[in-house]
């Protein structure tokens, strides 16, 4: 199977493994999304432009009198009419999880009301619409008592997260602290962080640095360079 990913999959002689890359394109790479991969699906999958800067792909497409050279690019999720997120959601879920609740701090005092808790993500300061001296963020949502929970940007960071459901490229699993680089997001810089192994197969993360806005059910993916160790979904934040 061949894909347009912006990645690279090369076997390693060493190891005996088939190897998931970063594309060299940085400001494309797409291999945050395909942590998930294993070997036997490696084997079988190719990445043609993984090797590219977008502007050689363009460059190649245009010469061979392609019609998409010039296409412009897609930046949001496709089958999603006008970007419409909210809506999206709002028409596939019960009304039960779509009603409004209330806006609370973290010590649970209603600061206002929200029209449903799929409007907010984890990060987010524009539209919460609470009149206060200084920005309100969102911290986090409380599906059982359908609250938003806001505080301040300093309120965002976190020290590390536990990551449940891991998938490992390089090895079997982990078996002793590993210092590595991930990101928590597609478009995140990647943060140093050592991997302690829990007893329950899951992850602790620990960054050297604090780290804003980890969201529980996104992704975190581990690198050792351009190499990608593996990752897994984001269970909490510490």
């Not at 999206?88 to 009304?95: L, P, T």
């Not at 536990?162 to 002793?176: G, R, Y």
């Not at 995140?188 to 604090?210: G, H, R």
Request: net charge negative; glycine share 10%.
């Amino acid at each position: 199977l061949a894909t347009g990913h912006h990645a690279r999959i090369v076997w390693n002689d060493f190891s005996e493994k088939y190897m998931l890359l970063k594309g060299v394109d940085e400001n494309k790479d797409q291999s945050y999304f395909l942590f998930t991969l294993k070997q036997n699906e490696m084997r079988h999958i190719l990445f043609p432009i993984g090797d590219f800067e977008k502007t050689d792909v363009r460059r190649i497409a245009k010469n061979q009198g392609l019609k998409t050279a010039e296409k412009k690019e897609s930046q949001e999720i496709c089958f999603i009419r006008d970007n419409d997120y909210r809506g999206f959601i709002s028409n596939r879920v019960s009304m039960k999880g779509c009603k409004g609740g209330d806006i609370v701090n973290r010590d649970g005092d209603v600061l206002g009301k929200h029209d449903g808790i799929h409007m907010y993500t984890i990060g987010q300061r524009k539209g919460i619409g609470i009149p206060a001296p200084h920005p309100y963020y969102v911290l986090g949502c409380d599906s059982e008592r359908n609250t938003v929970i806001v505080g301040t940007k300093e309120d965002l960071l976190c020290n590390g997260l536990i990551a449940e459901d891991l998938n490992w490229i390089v090895f079997q699993s982990l078996e002793s602290e590993m210092t590595v680089t991930c990101k928590i997001r597609y478009r995140y810089t990647p943060a140093e962080a050592t991997l302690i192994p829990q007893d329950n197969e899951d992850v602790q993360v620990t960054f050297s640095e604090p780290q804003r806005a980890v969201t529980p059910g996104q992704a975190v993916v581990f690198y050792d360079g351009d190499v990608v160790i593996g990752g897994g979904w984001i269970k909490e934040s510490i």
